[in-house]
């Protein structure tokens, strides 16, 4: 398996601002999956991903990623993890506004081993054209691209979304929908991605729900439904 998340417990605060965010969550992913975390806000869902992204630290359990396990690891190992293994994307993009579009994927080219060909990525993402403009210059659905890339380019087994499609349109998020199942069909790249939209879940392998810090629902998709054929976005 390569994602096993066994009883996972985080909270914030102590005394009367003591909040238990997430309450024993256990889950797994197999290499090459796409996996859809939902719920409602406060349910846990980003805290969960940051977990696994070792941006935050557990209370207990065990968060293991192809073998390596992450609770009560160092900043400097977890920092390691997250440089040669993970890629982020997240709802706002955090592209830097004064870098191009290349610019901006290559600051995270610089730290892989193996790094994606940019030509081939800004090609696959459709920013070929656009590679020597500005955030400021793209769309919403354009700068998620740019994102994506950047996230991708250090060639990562594991992508973590956080709301990839949550600042945009239908249209737009369909496209970035669409971009997302072609990379994890070409690369083989497992991918969590957190959302609000109801409709994603049928395009996924696995699909966990979560509620109130605790797992609701957690299964399979027996039939997929294409992105492009995806309703309600």
Request: proline content about 3%.
């Amino acid at each position: 398996m390569y994602l096993e998340i066994k009883d996972v417990r985080k909270s914030y605060g102590n005394g009367t601002s003591y909040v238990q965010v997430l309450n024993g969550i256990t889950t797994s992913v197999e290499q090459g999956e796409l996996c859809a975390i939902q719920g409602t806000s406060g349910s846990g869902k980003s805290t969960l991903l940051n977990c696994i992204g070792g941006l935050e630290t557990m209370d207990s359990g065990s968060i293991r990623v192809d073998g390596l396990e992450l609770f009560g690891r160092k900043p400097s190992v977890l920092a390691d993890y997250r440089r040669e293994q993970l890629g982020f994307v997240f709802q706002f993009y955090n592209l830097v506004p004064n870098l191009t579009v290349l610019e901006n994927i290559q600051v995270c080219q610089y730290l892989s081993k193996e790094p994606m060909d940019i030509d081939e990525l800004l090609e696959i993402i459709g920013l070929l054209e656009h590679q020597d403009k500005f955030p400021s210059q793209l769309s919403g659905g354009q700068q998620q691209r740019c994102a994506i890339a950047r996230a991708l380019v250090k060639n990562p087994r594991l992508l973590l979304c956080d709301e990839p499609t949550g600042a945009l349109d239908s249209k737009t998020s369909r496209e970035i929908l669409i971009l997302l199942e072609t990379i994890n069909q070409r690369y083989g790249t497992t991918m969590l991605i957190v959302t609000h939209n109801n409709a994603i879940k049928d395009m996924v392998h696995k699909v966990l729900v979560i509620k109130d810090g605790t797992v609701v629902q957690d299964y399979h998709n027996e039939v997929r439904v294409p992105a492009k054929e995806l309703e309600d976005l």
